[in-house]
């Protein structure tokens, strides 16, 4: 099962822009967003931990614009070119995953205040593990969610 990223963030009621998958040195994703939204972005989720991402991502936001860090780089310091971070007054939110959260984030689930199906984008049966797991390491084919059926 495959479901294109974009497409379950609006199906769960986001209003975002739809420029499909990319790949950060294959593409000026820059221009191409600019061109849809001149008057640039107030938000952005960075979720590939990559350096580019994240210069790009500041790229994107408009002067008081939110980045939000949600992916988790191999590296352990970040870096930023300080000109446009810095005249842009860009606020960063870091989103720290944990388990700590598992029973409230249940509940969500089973009222149906949150629907995790829209997120998502890919599943593996036990015997592809091998390929589930390259996926997700790669950001391969759009991946945002890979689940693993045993």
């Known amino acids: 099962m495959k479901v294109h990223l974009s497409a379950a963030l609006k199906d769960a009621g986001y209003d975002l822009l739809d420029f499909g998958a990319c790949e950060l ?33 500041i790229q994107l936001l408009k002067p008081g614009g939110k980045l939000v860090m949600v992916g988790i780089p191999v590296f352990t310091r970040w870096s930023f070119g300080t000109d446009d971070f810095r005249r842009k007054e860009i606020y960063i939110q870091n989103v720290r995953r944990q388990n700590e959260s598992l029973e409230e ?17 890919h599943t593996f049966k036990f015997e592809q593990i091998k390929e589930a797991f390259e996926t997700v390491a790669c950001y391969k084919d759009g991946v945002m969610k890979a689940m693993i059926n045993f």
């Not at 221009?31 to 001149?38: G, N, S």
């Not at 949150?114 to 997120?119: F, Q, R, S, T």
């Open 25 to 57: 040195d294959k593409e000026d994703i820059v221009k191409d967003i600019l061109e849809r939204e001149p008057q640039q972005l107030d938000v952005v989720f960075e979720c590939c931990g990559q350096r580019e991402a994240v210069d790009q991502d």
């Open 105 to 121: 984030t249940l509940k969500l689930i089973s009222d149906g205040s949150i629907k995790p199906d829209k997120m998502q984008t």
